[in-house]
C-alpha cells in the first residue's frame, strides 16, 4: 500500500533541497522499481535515474526515461552489449567502473555498435564494496583515457555504510568521503580527464553531501522511507508512504499470527513496526506467517512499516496507490525481479 | 540453476520413505512453486499437493493439480469465498482451521456456493505458531461438527520449530507433537467426527513422522534442499538442487563482489554457502551484492546455495533447468510472489 500524497511530499522536499543547494537530482530507481514514481520524479526535476541493474535500465529506458545511471559494475559480454543497444536506441545510458577490466568490456561492446558509452569511476568512499581507491585508480584513469568509445564524465562515490552509523558519524565519514573523491579527481586531471559530474549519496546522507561540492545526489528511500530511516532520524514518521497491510489469522495465548511473512517483507535490517496497534511487536517471522504478541481480534488489519523497503517492494508485482486516503487503483512494479 | 537429476533423485526418495512407511505423500508446493515439479511429484506418486496461500492454490488446480491442502489458516470472506469457488470447479481444496470464526467463514463461503469444503483442524504440536492445543479444541470440533458444508477430514500438525532443534531433540519433540495429535483425534472422536488424516511434517522430521501413525507427510524443501537441511544433516550435499550463479563485477584488497544479493538470495535464515569456491566465505551481503572474503578474478562465476531455498525461489520468475549437466530450457516459478 502506497500513499502517493506522501509520496509526492517526499519527492518535492528532496528535489528542494538538491535546487536549493545546487545539485542535479537522480533518484535511485531501485527502491521504486516503478515507472510512475519516476515519472514522478523526472516531472518534480529529476535529471534521470539511477538503476543498479542493465535489466533495471531496459525497463526504465522502454518506459520513456532518457537519462539512466548505471551505478553499478557491468562486467561480462552480453551485460555489456545491453548497455552499448540501449545507448544506441538515443537513451544516454551511463555505468559505473572500477576495473580495467570493466573499462574493456565496455569498451568492446561500444565499439562493436559505434555508439559512445558515458562511464563514471566508482571510487570507494568508505564502503569497501566495489569501488577504486585512490591508490589504485591510476589504472582504470588510464584505461578510460585510451577507450574511445568510453566517455568519463565523471566519479561517483556510494556510501551504503553510513546506514549503520550515527549521525554525527555519518558527518564525519561524508568529509572523509568527499576528500577521497577531491584526490581521485585531482588524479584525473593529471592524464587529462575531466571530471564533470561527482554523483554520490543515499537517502541517509543527501542532506550532508548537498553541503559538499559533489554535483549530483542519488538517494533512492526517500521516496517512501522506511522503519530504519525514521531510526537514524532520517525521516519523520508522516513521512512514510509505504505499508504492507496484513491481516490476523489465528490467535490464542497473547499472540496474534498475521497472514504475511518474510516473503511479504524483507527483513534483511530486522523485523518490520506495527504502527498500527501501538502496543504490538513482532515475536518471530516465518515465510508465510508474522507472530505479533498482542491479543488481536481474528481477520483484524494491522499495517506494517517495513525495516527496509527497497527488497520488499521488489517481492509485491503492484501496490493498492491512496490519495486522499482512498484507494485510486493499483501501480505495477514495473522492473520487479530484474536480476541482471 | 536447477538440476533435475537431483531433483528427481529426491522427489523418489521421499516418496520411497512414505511409501514404505504407509503414508501418503502431500509435498508443499510452496518450496518450488512450479508446475513441472508438482506434476514430477504427482507423477512419482504423490496424492497431492500443499500450498500456503489460496492464490498459490489457484495456481495449481488452474494449472490441472485436483488435490490441493491449504496447510493454512484462511480467514476473511473474499479468499473464503475463492477456496469454495476453487473446489465447485471439480477439485478438492481442503484448508486448516483453527478457530470458530475460521469455520465460520468458510462454512458461509461453502454454503453460498452449495459446495462441500474438506476441512483439516490445525494442531499445535509445539511451534505456538497457528494450530488448536488440546485445551481450546472443543469449540472449534463442535463449529466443525454443527457446520453443514464443511468436512472434516482429519488433523494437521506442523512443526516448523523443529528445524532449529538437534535430531535428538527433534526425535523428541515428534513423539511429544504425536501425543498431542493423538490426544485431539480422541475429542474429535468423543464428538462424532471422523479423523481419516493426520497430515504432519517437514523435511526435516519427515523421516521421524514416518515412524508414526500419522497418515500424510508434507514436506517441502526435500526437492531442492538447502544449506540449512545440510547442516541439520537432512539432507546431503549433493542432494541440493537449487543454486544461485553469480558473477564477480568487482574485487580488491582480497575481497569479491558478487553481481547478487539479498534480492536474489533470501537471508532470513543467513548467509548462503560458497560451495564453488570452498576457501570462500560471504563477508556481507547488501541489495544487490554479495562480498566475500576471497580474491577472485573478475567476471569469475562463483555458485551459491542459498540457506533457506523457499523464499530465494520466491524472488526469481524463472529458473534455468539443467539435465546430464547440460541447460535444458527456462522453467517459470508459477506460483512466484502470489501473496493471498
Not at 515465510?287 to 494491522?302: F, N, W
Request: net charge neutral; with cysteine.
Amino acid at each position: 500500500m502506497v500513499d502517493l500524497d506522501v509520496v509526492e511530499g517526499n519527492v518535492r522536499r528532496m528535489q528542494y533541497l538538491a535546487r536549493s543547494s545546487g545539485k542535479a537530482l537522480r533518484p535511485h530507481a531501485k527502491t521504486h522499481k516503478s515507472l510512475l514514481l519516476a515519472r514522478l520524479q523526472l516531472e518534480a526535476g529529476a535529471v534521470g535515474v539511477c538503476a543498479q541493474k542493465v535489466s533495471e535500465a531496459e525497463v526504465f529506458v522502454k518506459g520513456g526515461v532518457r537519462d539512466v545511471l548505471v551505478s553499478n559494475e557491468v562486467l561480462g559480454s552480453n551485460k555489456a552489449r545491453r548497455v552499448a543497444e540501449l545507448n544506441s536506441l538515443g537513451s544516454r545510458v551511463g555505468v559505473a567502473v572500477d576495473s580495467v577490466r570493466g573499462v574493456e568490456v565496455l569498451e568492446n561492446a561500444a565499439s562493436d555498435l559505434s555508439v559512445e558509452v558515458p562511464v563514471l569511476l566508482d571510487v570507494d568512499v568508505g564502503m569497501h564494496r566495489c569501488g577504486v581507491s585512490p591508490g589504485n585508480a591510476s589504472s582504470v584513469l588510464a584505461a578510460i583515457s585510451k577507450a574511445r568509445h568510453l566517455k568519463l564524465e565523471g566519479l561517483m562515490g556510494y556510501d551504503g555504510h553510513s546506514g549503520s552509523l550515527s549521525a554525527e558519524s555519518r558527518e564525519w565519514e561524508v568529509r572523509r568521503g568527499w576528500r577521497t573523491l577531491e584526490e581521485v579527481s585531482r588524479q584525473a586531471g593529471s592524464v587529462g580527464l575531466r571530471v564533470e559530474v561527482i554523483s554520490v549519496g543515499g537517502t541517509p546522507t543527501a542532506h550532508l553531501w548537498a553541503g559538499t561540492e559533489a554535483t549530483e545526489l542519488q538517494p533512492g528511500t526517500y521516496v517512501y522511507n522506511d522503519a530504519h530511516q525514521v531510526e537514524l532520524g532520517v525521516a519523520r514518521e508522516e513521512e512514510v508512504s509505504a505499508f504492507v497491510v496484513a491481516q490476523v489469522v489465528s490467535s490464542s495465548g497473547g499472540r496474534a499470527v498475521l497472514d504475511v511473512g518474510t516473503k511479504g517483507v524483507s527483513v534483511d535490517q530486522g523485523y518490520p513496526l506495527v504502527v498500527s496497534h501501538p502496543g504490538a511487536t513482532v515475536a518471530s517471522m516465518s515465510e508465510e506467517h508474522t507472530v505479533l504478541t498482542a491479543q488481536l481480534r481474528l481477520e483484524e488489519r494491522v499495517v506494517l512499516v517495513p525495516r527496509h523497503v527497497c527488497p520488499t517492494v521488489d517481492l509485491w508485482d503492484e501496490f493498492v496507490a491512496f490519495r486522499g486516503g482512498r484507494a485510486v487503483g493499483k501501480v505495477r512494479v514495473d522492473a520487479r525481479g530484474k536480476k541482471w
